[in-house]
């Protein structure tokens, strides 16, 4: 009797494998392939024909660009936000020990967890109990709430893991702890704090549920897409900038893997 390798997939494993890649990115392949087709409203298949007529005239759309502008800057600012707010917390937390330390983690990771829905009601409450006019700001700060999650999960694991010994032998060499902070800390987190900051950037870049509560009268590239969905006529535009949109937080994401592959081996 011949036995597998262990850690060899079976046939069956693979077949498995490659169907749930299958269903999980199959229609995102139809619309890269209806962006380029010469229908103009309904979904043909085979489709009649190719062209780039539609990404000409996504890019003639001065809407789509305004929304993409806006999309690009409230990421970039919750991403800052997120990069300070959570390497600071994940400091905090990662080597402190106090009473009530599992409360505040919890409370730290809440927002992520909670479904979209409520963290918008309960963001567009605080706005309006505060009488703030819903814009750029409150959008970043909605966006900002979930970023700092994802910042410090990568952050607090990576200086968990780190050995505190390094840190003694620097304060035991003379360093103040700027300088162990500096040639140290920062060093070992870099790789996880880039990691957390582009994962941060492409959920904001595409997130609509909170936005939709905190954005007012301005429009964001997800609330484009929403509002087009009423229009037919323009379904192969909107296919266009869907993937635009698939390329700008494709490489984030892909980038954060491969840091935080780097930063784990």
């Given amino acids: 009797m011949r036995y ?27 619309i890269i392939l209806y962006a380029f087709t010469t229908a103009d409203r309904t979904y043909e298949f085979p489709p009649p024909g190719l062209t780039l007529h539609w990404f000409e005239a996504a890019f003639a759309r001065a809407d789509i660009w305004a929304a993409m502008r806006l999309s690009l800057s409230v990421a970039a ?13 994940a400091l905090a937390m990662a080597r402190s020990t106090f009473r009530g330390k599992e409360s505040i983690t919890v409370l730290l990771v809440l927002p992520i967890a909670l479904p979209g829905i409520v963290t918008g009601i309960a963001l567009l409450a605080a706005i309006k109990s505060a009488r703030i006019d819903p814009g750029f700001w409150t959008i970043v700060a909605g966006h900002a709430t979930f970023c700092i999650v994802i910042v410090y999960n990568n952050v607090v694991a ?70 087009e969905l009423f229009r037919p006529r323009e379904r192969p535009i909107t ?21 935080t592959r780097r930063g784990s081996s």
């Fill in 158 to 227: 990576r200086l968990r893991r780190m050995p505190q010994s390094w840190i003694e032998a620097s304060m035991d060499l003379g360093a103040d702890g700027w300088q162990t902070f500096r040639r140290i800390v920062l060093p070992q987190s870099a790789t996880a704090l880039l990691a957390g900051g582009m994962l941060a950037f492409a959920l904001s870049f595409d997130e609509i549920i909170v936005t939709l509560f905190t954005a007012g009268h301005d429009r964001t590239l997800p609330i484009w897409f929403f509002n």
């Fill in 77 to 89: 600012m919750a991403t800052l936000l997120a990069i300070l707010l959570g390497s600071l917390t």
């Fill in 239 to 259: 296919n266009v900038v869907a993937v635009i949109v698939m390329v700008v937080t494709f490489i984030p994401i892909l980038l954060a893997y491969r840091l």
């Fill in 4 to 30: 597998r390798r262990w850690g060899q997939p079976s046939i069956g494993a693979r077949l498995a494998a490659y169907a749930g890649l299958a269903f999980m990115h199959l229609p995102v392949l139809v």
